[in-house]
């Protein structure tokens, strides 16, 4: 899936298989293991970065859907994607429906109305119904029978198990390399390490990562930025998306807020390294 999608925005093929490799054997794939099986299988999250610079980019809305060659395929693939995101968990859905909110947002900034963001809403609406179909005999059996002890969930967890920056940069727990082992052990001895640990993306994904960060902040994604073509507005749209994950998934960030007015079912907040 990463390689179609990188494929599809005109990534090299070297570069594209190289990077897809990279992602399939990431850390968190095995450091989520049998436990949580469902994390592990994370094939729809490069599907769902397709559609979210699809959105971002206007490609779903406006003269650049119109200029398609069959309008209506974005639109059928981009649904589609959204039915198998919605039957992934909550997870991958939830931050999978913040990042369309972001790139709704992108979109009407670049066009300058608010109708580029309506594509955003759809498919969030369309993830949100597919979730709770997905989820109704669990969520029927708990109105019967009562929440079951290990379902239930505190809004403090949003910052207990939120994402450090710190993890997704430095090597994974356990390196094979001594030195690298030894410096992330010496910083494990930190409190509040738990399953956050897992967000290490290893070596090319963190220095894609921090890119990403320079690129947000001296580089200026503006509005007018966003429209430039090729690979400099893509990574424009990138940063944004990064940025904004850094800022939802990290301790006392939007997505602890999220927990505190109402939401605390979604508390690992870490998770979003995937992304």
């Given amino acids: 899936c990463a390689l179609i999608v990188m494929r599809h925005f005109g990534v090299g093929w070297p570069a594209s298989v190289c990077a897809s490799l990279l992602y399939t054997f990431a850390p968190f794939h095995f450091t989520r293991g049998e436990h949580h099986l469902f994390l592990s299988a994370y094939w729809p999250v490069p599907l769902a970065v397709l559609v979210m610079l699809w959105v971002s980019r206007g490609e779903l809305w406006g003269s650049a859907a119109a200029a398609s060659v069959w309008r209506g395929w974005k639109y059928g693939l981009s649904i589609l994607i959204c039915l198998v995101l919605a039957a992934t968990g909550y997870y991958y859905a939830f931050f999978a429906s913040f990042f369309f909110l972001i790139a709704g947002i992108a979109a009407a900034l670049r066009r300058r109305t608010w109708r580029g963001a309506w594509p955003a809403a759809a498919l969030v609406v369309?993830?949100?119904?597919?979730?709770?179909?997905?989820?109704?005999?669990?969520?029927?059996?708990?109105?019967?029978?009562?929440?079951?002890?290990?379902?239930?969930?505190?809004?403090?967890?949003?910052?207990?198990?939120?994402?450090?920056?710190?993890?997704?940069?430095?090597?994974?727990?356990?390196?094979?390399?001594?030195?690298?082992?030894?410096?992330?052990?010496?910083?494990?001895?930190?409190?509040?390490?738990?399953?956050?640990?897992?967000?290490?993306?290893?070596?090319?994904?963190?220095?894609?990562?921090?890119?990403?960060?320079?690129?947000?902040?001296?580089r200026k994604p503006s509005a007018d930025a966003l429209s430039e073509p090729g690979a400099r507005g893509l990574l424009h749209h990138l940063s944004i998306f990064s940025f904004a994950g850094v800022l939802f998934g990290t301790i006392g960030g939007f997505g602890s807020l999220v927990a505190f007015f109402g939401l605390p079912q979604v508390r690992a907040y870490s998770r979003i390294s995937v992304f």
């Fill in 126 to 218: 369309l993830i949100s119904g597919g979730v709770v179909v997905n989820l109704w005999p669990s969520l029927t059996h708990f109105g019967v029978s009562g929440t079951a002890q290990i379902a239930q969930r505190q809004a403090d967890d949003a910052d207990r198990y939120a994402l450090r920056i710190a993890q997704v940069v430095l090597p994974v727990s356990g390196h094979r390399l001594a030195a690298l082992e030894g410096l992330k052990a010496e910083y494990n001895r930190r409190p509040l390490i738990n399953e956050n640990d897992h967000a290490a993306i290893g070596v090319a994904g963190a220095l894609g990562f921090l890119g990403l960060l320079w690129w947000f902040f001296f």
